[in-house]
């Protein structure tokens, strides 16, 4: 069991589930409070980057599909 931290929300979590908590924000301690391993932090620009670049693909989709379901007629 592994013991993780998020704002003063402490959970103890299996082994497997460690990576998807610290993915989640959370950060992993020992039992005095140390951190052991940080919370996987995201920066905003490559969020933004990643969000422009699936918001084009949806509508490239949206495009295709009308054109699929004009051709269905």
Do not use: F
């Not at 989640?24 to 990643?50: F, H, P, R, T």
Request: hydrophobic share 30%; aromatic share 2%.
């Amino acid at each position: 069991m592994k013991i993780v931290l998020k704002g003063n929300r402490v959970l103890r979590v299996g082994d497997e589930q460690l990576q998807s908590y610290l993915e989640q924000g959370y950060s992993e301690i020992d039992e005095q409070g140390n951190v052991i391993n940080e919370a996987k932090k995201e920066d905003v620009k490559s969020l933004k980057k990643e969000n422009k670049a699936l918001a084009t693909e949806n509508e490239a989709l949206k495009s295709e599909l009308e054109a699929l379901k004009d051709n269905q007629k």
